[in-house]
């Protein structure tokens, strides 16, 4: 890694890294957290386009605040929910470089309680 990186760019590159080692035929799932909002969204990169996506910002749970674990969850369980219903039973799980904690970790759960394997 080269000189002058920030922490976060380092593991965001060192994941991605092991994720193109990985990925082959099945899609990613990649998370954004910010100080406010959870987004989540299952690519295709082969083809290049968004199979699936949630967020915080939608307007059903937009009244709810967005920055805790349990709508965390519920958007993981949203999304494996719209994923399943385009046919992808199965992703690998691009966390950037965020840390898998809180926020990250509730939506990785919410998607595998709702049936989507990684």
Sequence with gaps: ???GLSLFEKRRRRVRTALRAK?????????H???QHIYAQVIDDNAGITIA???TLEKDVRDVTGA???SATNVGKRLAERAKAAGVNTVVFDRGGFLFHGRV??????AR???LEF
């Design 113 to 115: 309680e709702a049936g």
């Design 53 to 55: 996506s949630a967020s």
């Design 23 to 31: 990925a082959g035929q099945r899609p990613r799932l990649s998370i």
């Design 105 to 110: 970790r509730a939506l990785a759960e919410g």
């Design 1 to 3: 890694m080269s000189k």
């Design 33 to 35: 957290r910010s100080s």
């Design 68 to 70: 805790t674990t349990g």
